[in-house]
C-alpha cells in the first residue's frame, strides 16, 4: 500500500479502533478514546509490560492532557516534578537558570519520570477502564490493510512467530514507535533514519539531590561532551537518595542502529568527562556509581508528507521520530492522541477525521522535529560554546545577555506549543467548550 486512495464514507454505527504499539502513545490513545465514549484494542508486541527504558520529561502541555485523564495523583506519586532548568559550561560554570512547570506559572507539573513508571501508570488505568480483555501482550503487528468496510490488522505471536487472527476495526492507528512496521507499508520507498553525529549513552545512578534535587541540568557541548542530568524518582532509600537520570552525548561517526535495550560501556565516553569535578556535582563518580548503561545513536526522520490513509494513520514516534533534545517525544505523542480522540469523537466518519487529525498534528510535529534538529534548548550552551571559543568565562554576561538566553528558551517552547501563553489559550477554549456542552445538556433536560 504506497500510496493513497479515494475516501468512502463510513457507514455509521459505533466506532471501534485498533492500536497497534502499547508504548507512551498508546495507551494515551486508549485512555482518551474511552473518555470520548470509543471502542479500542490495543496490541502490543512485547510479550508482557516491562518497565523498559530510563528517564523521559512530561511538560506542561503533555501534563494537562494527563491531568485530564485523572492521572495526576498516580503520577505525582511516581515522579519528580521537576523545578528549574539550569545550563553549565564544560567548567561547571552556570550559564543560565529558569524555573520549569508549576514553579513558572503553570497550572500544571513537568514531570520527570522512568519511562516505564509513565508506562504502567497508563497500562494499569486503560486495564481497569477499558477491561484486561482490551489490553493485549505478545501481539506483534506484520500488517496492515483495508477496504471500504473497515481496516484490518495483521498479526504473529511474537514469541514463536505463529499467525495469530487478524483483527477487525473501522480504524488502525498505528502507535508502532520509532522501527514502525505500518509507517514502512505506508511509506515503502522512505529512506533509512538520519544519524545526528551524536552518540548516547543513558542511565541511571543512586544519587544524593543535586542542586535543588529537582532541577534538570545540562552541561557542556557535544563537540567535547554533553551531559544532560535529572532526578526521577525521590527517596528511593533510607539516606534520601533520589534515582538520576543521565544522558552523556559525543559528536562521534560511530554508532549502531537505535535499540532502546543496547547496553553501552562506560569506557567508550567517560574520558570525555574525566575531568568534570564540580562544586556541584564530581561527575565521573557519579558516571562511575551508575546502575546500568544503554546506548544508542540520535536520530529522527524527516515529516512524512502525509499520514492517513483512509482508515489507517499513525501516532507519535511512529508518525514523527524526533531527537531527544526538547523533552518532546512523549509530549508530542500524548497531544496526538488528545487530537485524535478528539477529531473521531466529532466526526462520525472516520475516514474524515482521521485526515482532520493529520491537518493539525502533522505540519506541527514537522516543525517540531525540524527546531530539534536546529535550535533544541541545548542551543543555549551552542551558543556559549562558540561565543566563548569553549574557555571559561569571567561574567556569563559579558558572554551573552539573560534576555537572549531567555528568548531562545521561549522560542522553543512556543514551536512546541509549550509556552504559557499558547496553554493558557488552550485551557480557555476548552472551559468555553465544556460551557457550552454544560449549557445544551442542560437545555437538552429541559
Ligand atoms: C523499550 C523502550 C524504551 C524507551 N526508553 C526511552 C528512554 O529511556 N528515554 C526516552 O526519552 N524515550 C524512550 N523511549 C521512547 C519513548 O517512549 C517515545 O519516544 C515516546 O514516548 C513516544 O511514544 P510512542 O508511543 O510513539 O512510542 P513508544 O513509547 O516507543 O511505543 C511504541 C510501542 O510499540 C510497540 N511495538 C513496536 N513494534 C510493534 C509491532 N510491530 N506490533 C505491536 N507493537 C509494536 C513497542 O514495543 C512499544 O511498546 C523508549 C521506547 C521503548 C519502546
Known amino acids: 500500500m504506497g500510496a493513497r486512495a479515494g475516501t468512502p464514507r463510513h457507514a455509521g454505527g459505533f466506532l471501534n479502533v485498533i492500536i497497534v504499539g502499547g508504548g507512551i502513545g498508546g495507551f494515551t490513545l486508549a485512555l482518551c478514546l474511552h473518555r470520548t465514549g470509543i471502542g479500542c484494542r490495543i496490541y502490543e508486541s512485547a510479550p508482557e509490560f516491562q518497565p523498559l527504558g530510563v528517564g523521559i520529561n512530561v511538560l506542561p502541555h503533555a501534563s494537562r492532557e494527563l491531568a485530564r485523564l485523572g492521572l495526576e495523583a ?8 521537576t523545578r528549574e532548568a539550569a545550563f553549565f559550561n564544560r567548567y561547571g560554570q552556570l ?11 503553570y497550572a500544571d507539573p513537568q514531570y520527570s519520570i522512568h519511562r516505564g513508571e509513565l508506562q504502567r ?4 488505568a486503560a486495564i481497569e477502564r477499558l477491561g484486561a480483555e482490551c489490553v493485549h501482550a505478545g501481539w506483534k503487528c506484520v500488517g496492515v490493510d483495508q477496504d471500504d468496510g473497515g481496516a484490518t490488522a495483521h498479526f504473529v505471536d511474537s514469541a ?9 476495526a473501522d480504524v488502525v492507528v498505528a502507535c508502532d514507535g520509532l522501527h514502525s512496521v505500518v509507517r514502512k507499508s505506508l511509506h515503502p520507498a522512505e529512506g533509512a533514519q ?5 552518540n548516547m549513552w543513558r542511565g541511571t545512578t543512586r544519587w544524593p539531590a543535586i542542586l535543588t534535587g529537582a532541577s534538570m541540568i545540562r552541561a557542556g557541548w557535544l563537540a567535547t561532551g554533553k551531559m544532560v542530568i535529572y532526578p526521577i524518582r525521590d527517596a528511593i532509600d533510607g539516606e534520601g537518595r533520589q534515582l538520576v537520570n543521565w544522558v552523556a552525548e559525543l559528536e562521534t561517526p560511530r ?19 574525566a575531568d568534570w569535578h564540580f562544586d556541584w556535582l564530581d561527575v565521573p563518580a557519579f558516571l562511575r556509581a551508575a546502575d546500568a548503561i544503554l546506548e544508542f545513536p540520535m536520530v529522527d526522520q524527516d515529516p512524512l508528507p502525509w499520514w492517513s490513509d483512509r482508515r489507517i494513520t499513525l501516532l507519535g514516534d511512529a508518525a514523527h521520530p524526533m531527537y531527544p533534545r526538547g523533552s518532546n517525544g512523549a509530549g508530542q505523542a500524548i497531544l496526538d492522541a488528545r487530537c485524535l480522540a478528539d477529531a473521531l469523537g466529532a466526526d462520525a466518519d472516520p475516514i474524515r477525521a482521521l485526515a482532520a487529525y493529520e491537518a493539525k498534528r502533522l505540519p506541527f510535529t514537522a516543525e517540531v522535529v525540524r527546531m530539534n534538529r536546529s535550535n533544541p534548548p541545548d542551543a543555549i550552551l551552542r551558543e556559549v560554546y562558540e561565543r566563548t571559543g569553549d574557555r571559561p568565562f569571567e561574567r556569563i ?18 514551536v512546541a506549543g509549550a509556552d504559557r501563553a499558547s496553554l493558557a489559550a488552550a485551557a480557555e477554549r476548552e472551559a468555553r467548550m ?3 456542552h454544560h449549557n445544551d445538556a442542560q437545555r437538552g433536560s429541559q
Open 121 to 124: 501508570v497508563l497500562v494499569d
Open 74 to 81: 498516580a503520577l505525582t506519586h511516581v515522579a519528580v516534578l
Open 95 to 105: 550559564i543560565y537558570r529558569e524555573p520549569l512547570g508549576r514553579e513558572a506559572g
Open 434 to 436: 465544556n460551557e457550552t
Open 255 to 273: 554508532h549502531d542502529e537505535r535499540d532502546w535495550s543496547r547496553r553501552g560501556r562506560l569506557d567508550d565516553f567517560i574520558g570525555a568527562f
Open 397 to 414: 554576561e559579558d558572554v551573552i545577555s539573560a534576555a537572549d538566553l531567555a528568548a531562545m528558551s521561549e522560542r522553543y517552547k512556543r
Open 160 to 168: 514463536t512467530g505463529v499467525a495469530r487472527p487478524a483483527q477487525r
Open 194 to 198: 538520519r544519524y545526528s553525529g551524536v
